[in-house]
DNA sequence: TGTCTTCATGGTCATATTGCAATATGACCT
DNA sequence: AGGTCATATTGCAATATGACCATGAAGACA
């Protein structure tokens, strides 16, 4: 395997976690994960859209690796898998405080 | 304005960030851009696709706030705007080690 | 002026994503 | 078995994304 194949399957790995996280609902999903575990039912009323539009984005945060369930009875409880989020998520404030200093510098200068 | 519609644009500024680091040619060109600033000529040639797509990723960085950039006679130079990465490497390195115990385990045991 | 280099943009095509409706699956209860 | 609740999956339409080619704009320089 030539170097940058090798390269490029390390980022293929990443960008695909970063994308998993890069849809509004799949975000408010995972936010509210960090509290506690939730259903499904309980995150299709917290995302306000379908269940089975929910049902997918699930998917896609499964299938990245970041959320795993537990069944009880019918219902499917969604979980996160990992507590490091903190670093993505104070990453991303970080990127919008800059961003809107620019937006005010712009106005104010 | 409901207190839905305020979640929603909180989370779909937060997502667009995400989104924009969901792309393999565009977390190297963010992971190039940690040692210094670089033309796009360099960067064409280091994520190895057409001219024009690299200005494309570019110009996606840009619009989310990630990068700025430099004009130096005909060159343009990219550089980070943020410093803040280590924090969304770090998240998504973990959840990398954690998929990958996990594919041990399903395999192990 | 003409040409070369550097980068951005419009056009176009192939593919992926997203959303909803409809249907299927699976568990529980009677 | 039949009924009901909670989820997952599938089909389909609309839209977004990503790649290339061709072209355009701007600076450098003879």
């Known amino acids: 395997m030539t170097m940058k194949t090798k390269k490029i399957s390390f980022y293929e790995r990443?960008?695909?976690?970063?994308?998993?996280?890069g849809h509004p609902s799949r975000l408010m999903i995972v936010d509210a994960l960090q509290e506690r575990e939730?259903?499904?039912?309980?995150?299709?009323?917290?995302?306000?859209?379908?269940?089975?539009?929910?049902?997918?984005?699930?998917?896609?945060?499964k299938n990245a690796g970041l959320v795993d369930t537990r069944k009880e009875g019918p219902m499917i409880f969604y979980r996160l898998r990992v507590k490091c989020l903190e670093g993505f998520f104070m990453c991303?404030?970080?990127?919008?405080?800059e961003n809107l200093e620019r937006e005010e510098a712009l106005v104010g200068g």
């Not at 990443?14 to 996280?21: E, G, M, S, V």
């Open 38 to 61: 939730i259903c499904v039912c309980e995150l299709t009323e917290l995302v306000g859209a379908d269940q089975s539009t929910v049902s997918r984005h699930l998917s896609v945060l």
């Open 92 to 97: 991303i404030e970080n990127v919008l405080k």
């Open 14 to 21: 990443r960008a695909a976690i970063a994308k998993a996280l």
